[in-house]
């Protein structure tokens, strides 16, 4: 079963434009995880930021998180070619230490 | 510093038959995690090993089974394939059997059932 949706499903901007993705969730949780995936390729850890945290940012990526609304969304900011990849977010639901994926946001940056 | 490594890279079975992927996981790592993921869908977890032991499981039939080896290399097993097997399986490795760590990910084996 699916615990986190991106929202959107697919995305495309022009390259310098920020990028916005969105994921919700419906149980609590003890941190949530953003992912990077290029075409055909394993996961990259992007961002981890646990449920008493409300922002973090690692370069030009800055990751919100609400626990009150079950959402968290990712920022790219000045987006670039290489930036072009599938976004998913991942919650560790609260008391189980299973890591659930999303079904990801597609996210295509335009020359 | 080898990351997660995971073989074969690209597997072609038949129906009914049986598969075994294997994987080691980045160095310092002890927790293993496989996943499935289809094509346009996001990684699904099918189970997870640390200390030699299945700690976790998701929603997958018997036929999936797993080891995890005193190295912590690990392997997944799939009998009696059918169709709807084939996908991308991701081996994840991370420090302490919990989910509050990032997992490191393999580029997964492509496996095609026939």
């Known amino acids: 079963s699916q615990q986190g949706e991106e929202d959107p499903q697919a995305l495309s901007i022009q390259e310098g434009e920020n990028a916005t993705m969105n994921c919700s969730y419906k149980t609590s949780i003890n941190n949530l995880q953003w992912y990077r995936q290029n075409s055909g390729r394993g996961l990259v850890h992007l961002i981890l930021i646990r449920s008493n945290e409300r922002e973090k940012h690692s370069g030009r990526l800055r990751v919100t998180l609400d626990t009150s609304k079950k959402s968290s969304s990712l920022l790219i900011t000045a987006s670039r070619a290489a930036d072009t990849a599938s976004y998913f977010c991942a919650t560790d639901v609260d008391r189980d230490d299973k890591i659930i994926f999303g079904k990801g946001t597609r996210l295509h940056i335009l020359p | 510093d080898a990351g997660v490594t995971q073989s074969p890279t690209h597997l072609i079975k038949t129906r009914g038959q049986q598969v075994t992927l294997r994987c080691s996981p980045k160095s310092g790592h002890d927790t293993v995690s496989w996943y499935q993921q289809a094509l346009g869908q996001g990684p699904q977890f099918i189970f997870q090993?640390?200390?030699?032991?299945?700690?976790q499981r998701g929603n997958f039939p018997d036929r999936f089974s797993g080891h995890q080896f005193p190295n912590y290399s690990s392997e997944l097993n799939v009998n009696a394939l059918w169709l709807g097997d084939s996908a991308l399986y991701l081996c994840a490795s991370s420090l302490g059997g919990h989910g509050n760590q990032p997992q490191h990910f393999g580029d997964g084996t492509r496996l095609s059932i026939l």
């Open positions: 090993y640390y200390e030699e032991e299945e700690r």
